[in-house]
């Protein structure tokens, strides 16, 4: 399957919603720490390489990258220097970002489109704040800070589109209603950071974590004492954890020791693929909604893979 090579090591990998060949890519110089950025948009080929299709430069590096669920050209990225920008593929590069949001004190580390609004999207950041924007606002509307230090994802529940969970470095995930004035539900997660988190698909009560302490871990937010599954097989820290939207059990996750797994938590024997095509820390993950079994994954070696699950990456 294809292989893309970007300047700068991947952060960050995302299909489109609207497009099957589609994928967008957020990118950053000399690992994150110091430099430049660049967003880029590809197009897949079904008989040959993986195409360009625009690309845009920051001035500081791209952690993450969400399509909009409302309009199929509208990208939201999230950048180290702690702004927010929006980007339309419909417009020339010159007249973009459309909207440069500066509220963050901090590198922010997510950003997340609500899926069931579609009006409206989250940013999580190391200033150890959520952010609730929406396009028609030149602000905020809501700043969600509980957290004792970074948060590194925020994620809206897939049915429920007033209900978020975020993961945070102080080791724990919490559950917020934006209706409501706090949290609602504190989960102690992990002894360690807790780098990221995704709700299930099928199961809008079921949400997975991911932890520097090599570990998975799904959780049934109405009874959260005990994991429902504890997932272990990476050898280091696990970066992120994505739920299929095709397949309530199964999962996706990348690391820091380089490989993607798949999992199925419902299973006894729950790894059910291991892929070490990446030659550096693999740090964006992603499975498409309009095809069944075909997985993206970026990282720090620069490459971008795009395969069909129980395929090689690496297979021309």
């Not at 620069?302 to 699950?309: F, I, M, P, R, T």
């Amino acid at each position: 399957m294809p292989v893309f090579k970007t300047p700068f090591n991947g952060y960050s990998v995302k299909f489109s919603p609207f497009y099957e060949s589609r994928i967008a890519v957020a990118t950053a110089q000399n690992f994150g720490i110091l430099g430049n950025g660049r967003l880029h948009v590809l197009d897949l080929n079904p008989a040959g390489p993986i195409s360009e299709h625009i690309a845009f430069d920051t001035a500081d590096g791209v952690y993450d990258v969400s399509w909009s669920e409302s309009h199929d050209s509208l990208l939201v990225a999230a950048i180290a220097d702690g702004s927010v920008k929006l980007y339309d593929l419909a417009l020339p590069p010159t007249s973009n970002p459309i909207r440069s949001f500066h509220e963050h004190t901090r590198e922010v580390h997510s950003a997340d489109y609500n899926p069931v609004r579609r009006d409206s999207f989250l940013t999580s950041s190391w200033d150890d704040t959520s952010k609730l924007w929406t396009l028609d606002r030149p602000t905020s509307v809501r700043t969600f800070k509980e957290h004792a230090y970074c948060v590194y994802s925020s994620v809206w529940n897939p049915r429920h589109g007033d209900v978020f969970a975020s993961a945070s470095g102080d080791c724990t995930v919490r559950i917020w209603d934006v209706r409501e004035p706090g949290s609602t539900m504190i989960i102690p997660a992990h002894d360690f950071e807790v780098l990221s988190c995704d709700w299930n698909k099928y199961d809008d009560c079921c949400i997975a974590t991911a932890s520097v302490d090599k570990s998975i871990r799904v959780w049934d937010v109405r009874s959260y004492r005990t994991p429902v599954s504890v997932l272990n097989g990476h050898g280091y820290a696990v970066r992120k954890v994505k739920f299929s939207p095709h397949r309530q059990g199964l999962l996706a996750s990348c690391s820091y020791d380089m490989t993607v797994c798949l999992w199925d938590y419902m299973l006894e024997d729950a790894l059910v693929g291991r892929y070490d095509h990446h030659t550096e820390f693999a740090v964006g993950i992603d499975m498409s909604v309009l095809v069944e079994g075909l997985l993206a994954s970026t990282g720090w070696d620069e490459l971008v893979y795009v395969w069909q699950h129980g395929t090689d990456p690496r297979a021309p």
